[in-house]
T-cell receptor, first 113, second 116 residues
Framework: SQTIHQWPATLVQPVGSPLSLECTVE??????LYWYRQAAGRGLQLLFY??????ISSEVPQNLSASRPQDRQFILSSKKLLLSDSGFYLC????????????FGDGTRLSIL | AQKVTQAQTEISVVEKEDVTLDCVYE???????LFWYKQPPSGELVFLIR??????QNEISGRYSWNFQKSTSSFNFTITASQVVDSAVYFC?????????????FGKGTSLLVTP
């Protein structure tokens, strides 16, 4: 069966520091991969999605970036964190194709001080 | 543009009551998909169901049932005989090809509290 791993579970970072969140999927090949952010108030916002290695689409311009160095690895990064980057970050995967059910990791709770 | 509205912010029921979570959507796509997810206190989102816009059949899965009505642009979710373990935030989401077809547009969620 497919599993998705996301780490770390919690992270506290000072303003201006870099960020790297990692997500890996097991048990499937060629998945679509996604990064979402859930700010206080519960709404989820798609940040990036990827349909293949090196292919990244950004939904919202910001100081975050994403990379997909391997088929089942998706990384969310920032060179300098802002206070507004605080939130709950969720990685998800789906099978190839549009409008497929997305399956989420356990999330990373990021606090910026 | 696509939009999902979950007007009920919080619902509180006593165990064994039935509860319906409302979801109203807006889209100009003729082909689109609707989803429901559950987010328990632990934080992960759990996929519950996907329906496409051409299939208006209601669906039942155990104590869960979904009522899709295109005429009113609604995709409501009913939990029968609620249990404490049903306490969670429930999200309705929409995906259509006008926005690349990859993004899930989520509503703001309905927080359900089931008390013993």
């Amino acid at each position: 069966s497919q599993t998705i791993h996301q780490w770390p579970a919690t992270l506290v970072q000072p303003v201006g520091s870099p960020l790297s969140l990692e997500c890996t999927v097991e048990g499937t090949s060629n998945p679509n991969l996604y990064w979402y952010r859930q700010a206080a108030g519960r709404g989820l916002q798609l940040l990036f999605y990827s349909v293949g290695i090196g292919q990244i689409s950004s939904e919202v311009p910001q100081n975050l970036s994403a990379s997909r160095p391997q088929d089942r690895q998706f990384i969310l990064s920032s060179k300098k964190l802002l206070l507004s980057d605080s939130g709950f970050y969720l990685c998800a995967w789906s099978v190839r194709g549009r409008a497929q059910p997305q399956h989420f990791g356990d999330g990373t709770r990021l606090s910026i001080l | 543009a696509q939009k999902v509205t979950q007007a009920q912010t919080e619902i509180s029921v006593v165990e064994k009551e039935d509860v319906t979570l409302d979801c109203v959507y807006e889209t100009r796509d003729t082909t689109y998909y609707l989803f429901w997810y559950k987010q328990p206190p632990s934080g992960e989102l759990v996929f519950l169901i996907r329906r496409n816009s051409f299939d208006e059949q209601n669906e039942i899965s155990g104590r869960y049932s979904w009522n899709f009505q295109k005429s009113t642009s609604s995709f409501n979710f009913t939990i029968t005989a609620s249990q404490v373990v049903d306490s969670a935030v429930y999200f309705c989401a929409l995906s259509g090809y006008s926005n690349s077809g990859y993004a899930l547009n989520f509503g703001k969620g309905t927080s359900l509290l089931v008390t013993p």
